[in-house]
């Protein structure tokens, strides 16, 4: 079974800054999908960004990177001039096979942007 | 275009009493799922279905029970609630047109706060 490591229970990072978010996971799989969620003080989960394990470029929307480390097995999230709007918890998650539409999920990371 | 919706928002229970948790979706989706949320942990699947009439079990499948008898609708069931059910219930769908199936976004509705006394 996967498993998804994020260490960084919390951070702050200073509106208009770059912050990163790490993720690591283990899986015994050549192929995955690796997913980030972003999750509001309202509660809803909202899909930022999707990388492939086969795909040799780093996933980009808008703000949102993914650096994908394959051989080191991480998938941290680099979120580009933070805005005030970006506080929330962030949560990776990953499909285990291309295969499998299962997602499973790390324990997320709560950013706190400040003016 | 509504996307995903949950009913109720919140609910309290009874330790011992049944209630059911409804999820449609308006997207047509073929694969819908049912996550719970607790403290400190990620989302972990209950239960999921592929299609109308299908249902399967996720990593925490022990006291719920799912019900897919319409496309657009997922139902979630609590036979009996215990305290440990307390949580936040999330319910997802994805449409699976890709033929990588990891590839398909899963899209969330805004979740059911359930608490268990």
């Known amino acids: 079974a996967q498993k998804i490591t994020q260490t960084q229970p919390g951070m702050f990072v200073q509106e208009k800054e770059a912050v990163t978010l790490d993720c690591t996971y283990d899986t015994s799989d050549q192929s995955y999908g690796l997913f980030w969620y972003k999750q509001p003080s309202s509660g809803e989960m909202i899909f930022l960004i999707y990388q492939g394990s086969y795909d040799e470029q780093n996933a980009t929307e808008g703000r949102y990177s993914l650096n994908f480390q394959k051989a080191r097995k991480s998938a941290n999230l680099v979120i580009s001039a933070s805005q005030l709007g970006d506080s929330a918890m962030y949560f990776c998650?990953?499909?285990?096979?291309?295969?499998?539409?299962?997602?499973?999920f790390g324990a997320g990371t709560t950013v706190t942007v400040r003016a | 275009n509504a996307g995903v919706t949950q009913t109720p928002k919140f609910r309290v229970l009874k330790t011992g009493q049944s209630m059911t948790l409804l999820c449609a979706q308006d997207m047509n989706h073929e694969y819908m799922y049912w996550y719970r949320q607790d403290p400190g942990m990620g989302l972990r699947l209950i239960h999921y279905s592929v299609g109308e009439g299908t249902t399967a079990k996720g990593e925490v499948p022990d006291g719920y029970n799912v019900s897919r008898l319409k496309k657009q609708n997922f139902l979630l069931g609590l036979e009996s609630a215990a305290p440990s059910q307390t949580s936040v219930y999330f319910c997802?769908?994805?449409?699976?047109?890709?033929?990588?199936?990891?590839?398909?976004?899963?899209?969330f509705g805004p979740g059911t706060r359930l608490l268990v006394l």
């Open positions: 998650a990953m499909t285990p096979t291309l295969n499998d539409y299962k997602l499973s």
């Open positions: 997802a769908s994805s449409l699976q047109q890709s033929r990588r199936l990891a590839e398909e976004t899963q899209y």
